[in-house]
Structures are given as structure tokens and as C-alpha cells.
């Protein structure tokens, strides 16, 4: 489903932009699991601006999560120099969640788990590791994929198994890996605009 990081979203939550900005790309947004050079400079242009506050249709119960929601639409465009002003600035678990997924899409592989170090036992892991399961659970066997959610969600090993895929582009776990990234994205986004919004 090509909208399927917009599931969950009602209408009366989200202002006209964020739902721009979450439509605004095409078939290719997120589907790297590097990414090299900046992102697409229509998303560029259409975040730029943007202010956290300017994410929902009211004012943001949580200003943190609104930040947060922000670093993570220009993590989705692979902007990754704008999505870490910010998730740096933001000292909480959901701030180091962003930060970790964006050293880990930069290929500052070790940077990454320092970060998702400071984010283990965050509120989103259950679900993902549920998530995460039902993919690797419907894939032949894979030490390394079922390493992932042996004990539920392990941030570490996924950061391990991107770094093996990145330097072999025709590894058949490419398209998995892809999708779990899609999917921490996706919980990450909607916990940040639950709690924005509450």
C-alpha cells in the first residue's frame, strides 16, 4: 500500500502540511536503507519552512513530540542534516529513537547503536517487535533475520543486518529490511503524533 505510513492518521489530528509533507514523494520515499546525498528538493521546499507547532490542527499538548514529529518528516525525505538539528535537541527516549534511525541511515553504524542504546525499553519496541515478527515469521529461515526478534525487538542486530545488506545489493534480505524500517518508522511518526496530540 503506498500510503501505508499514513494509517492511523485521522483528519482531525493532523494539520493540511504534515499531511502534505507525509504524501509528497513518490514510490522510492524511504526505501533506502543509506541514503546518499540530500533528499528531494520538492520535500525540501515544502518542509523548510515548517514549524512544530504548524503539525497538528491545534497547538501541541507536547512541544517535544511536535519536534519530534518534525524530525521525522525530514528523516522520511532523507534530509538527514535537518532531521538531526533537531532530534538531537530533543533529550528523550523519542528524541534518541530519531537520532539512532538517522546514524543508522547514514552508515554511522556504531553512532546509531549508541543511540538506540539510550531508547531501549521505549514505548513503540513491543509493538514493534510484534510487527517485526509477523515479516520475519513469513520469511524462509534466516539466522539473522530470526536474531531480530528472538527476544523480541533488538535495534542492535537490525543496525547489524543493515550494515551486512548495505554492501551487497542483491542480498534477498533487502526487501525485508526495507519494510522494518517502513514500520519503526511508521509506529515511531504515529506514537509522537498520539502524544503531540493528547
Known sequence: MENDHLAGFSADVLSTVARQALTAGDASTYRELL??????????????????????????????????????????????????????????????????????????????????????????????AAYAGSIVNNLPADKGLLRLVRTGWDAQVFVDLVEEVSVR??????????????????LLFEYCVRKAAE
Open 35 to 128: 541514503v546518499r546525498g540530500p533528499g528531494r528538493r520538492d520535500s525540501g521546499r515544502l518542509l523548510i519552512d515548517v514549524q512544530p507547532r504548524q503539525l497538528l490542527l491545534r497547538p501541541p499538548a507536547r512541544e517535544e513530540y511536535a519536534r519530534a514529529m518534525l524530525a521525522g518528516l525530514w528523516l522520511w525525505h532523507d534530509w538527514l542534516e535537518e532531521s538531526h538539528r533537531i532530534s538531537q535537541s530533543i533529550q528523550t527516549a523519542t528524541g534518541s529513537f530519531w537520532h539512532a534511525i538517522m546514524h543508522r541511515r547514514e552508515g554511522d553504524f556504531a553512532n546509531s547503536k549508541y543511540w538506540y542504546a539510550r531508547c531501549e525499553g521505549h514505548e513503540i519496541v513491543d509493538s514493534l
Open 169 to 186: 545489493a542483491e542480498d534477498p534480505r533487502l526487501a525485508s529490511l526495507v519494510e522494518l524500517q517502513r514500520v519503526e518508522w511508521r
